[in-house]
């Protein structure tokens, strides 16, 4: 399906943020879905991502969170480089990303091509925290929710993921790498026991063999095509179910 891609900035308390979108290229308007970058930032290849999603049917959005910073976040896999990631993340947390978030939802009615009572959101790695504490604070929205190979999801805060998961009243995914310094499986214990008290309907799924950012092609020697084809298929099913019956 042809996929249309634009971007733009959405107004937050705390500035505008660059936004990239797409959407399939005829018909409309179409059910929401909020696409939560990984700590490497908005790039080509998660535009492809938010361009795979869309053609499924969706009005995909995808925020540049580090937009309080800069409009245009790269960086490499140096040491240098590395520490400019951890600083640039460092930054963000689940208070703020829920303030982006709000205004995102407030600007969905302005657009034509977006159900802006439909809306499903995913969050990859550093982005796992983000869609949860969104899922918490706006249970009226958000009907469906997907956390892929999330970080910092057991911490000493108020507001760990862990602790709001208990709040959630949307259907929850969870995907897992089974070889993730940053999700050991006494962390998805913990995240597990508040999403079982929540109520709500939940599934965590380990990716055997696989490791941290399994899911982006172009992670040498960390990409995983099978487990990643499978990572697809549990995020069309859970966003049909919520958005497109």
């Excluded at 290229?25 to 970058?37: A, E, N, R, W």
């Amino acid at each position: 399906m042809r996929v249309l891609d634009r971007w733009f900035e959405v107004a937050t308390p705390e500035g505008r943020m660059n936004t990239f979108t797409a959407r399939p290229g005829v018909g409309g308007p179409f059910p929401t879905v909020l696409f939560y970058m990984d700590a490497f930032g908005l790039r080509e290849e998660l535009y492809e991502m938010v361009r795979r999603l869309a053609s499924a049917g969706y009005f995909v959005v995808a925020p540049n969170l580090y937009y309080r910073r800069t409009p245009h976040f790269a960086t490499d896999s140096s040491p240098e480089g590395m520490a400019r990631l951890f600083d640039m993340m460092g930054h963000l947390t689940n208070a703020g990303v829920t303030r982006d978030t709000g205004a995102v939802l407030d600007w969905l009615p302005s657009q034509a091509d977006a159900i802006a009572t439909r809306v499903g959101a995913v969050g990859y790695c550093m982005s796992g925290p983000f869609v949860i504490a969104a899922a918490a604070a706006f249970a009226d929205s958000l009907a469906c929710i997907a956390a892929i190979h999330g970080a910092k999801l057991v911490t000493d805060e108020a507001d760990s993921p862990h602790r709001l998961a208990s709040k959630l009243r949307c259907e929850v995914y969870v995907g897992c790498a089974t070889n993730d310094k940053w999700a050991a499986p006494e962390v998805i214990a913990q995240l597990e026991d508040g999403l079982r008290q929540s109520g709500a309907p939940h599934q965590v799924e380990w990716y055997e063999g696989t490791q941290h950012g399994f899911v982006f092609p172009l992670r040498t020697g960390i990409y995983d095509a099978i487990a990643a084809e499978r990572h697809w298929s549990r995020l069309h099913a859970l966003f049909a179910r919520h958005l497109l019956a």
